[in-house]
């Protein structure tokens, strides 16, 4: 499972690296819209810039969903069983998985202190 990897404090405009393990990549941001249906979107003033900006416009789970053209650079890293995350997090400490900004790749983020 790919995980977004970060660290709890981080300077503005910092690039670095939170980790050995971690690599840059190219994920795929989803724009998610509180209008339950396509034909809803349709009538509300950001649809067209929505529309333009996506690929992939659909319907899913209460909402409409698009992928964004523009991909965005972040640290990942990929922990493939449990254990694996358990000597990730003995090496690093007390680190906090949540949920990311939804990404088509990645749905989770770590955080490191």
Not at 68 to 95: A, C
Request: aromatic share 8%.
């Amino acid at each position: 499972m790919k995980f977004i990897v970060s660290r709890r404090i981080e300077s503005i405009g910092s690039d670095e690296r939170p980790c050995e393990e971690a690599v840059r990549e190219s994920l795929t941001p989803l724009d998610y819209r509180n209008v339950e249906s396509l034909e809803e979107a349709k009538g509300k003033i950001w649809f067209d810039n929505w529309l333009r900006g996506g690929v992939n416009h659909r319907e899913e789970q209460g909402r409409v969903v698009c992928e964004r053209r523009q991909k965005e650079q972040r640290w990942v890293v990929e922990i493939g069983t449990l254990e694996e995350l358990l000597l990730f997090q003995s090496r690093y400490g007390d680190i906090l998985i949540r949920d990311s900004s939804p990404y088509k790749e990645v749905s989770k983020e770590i955080i490191l202190p």
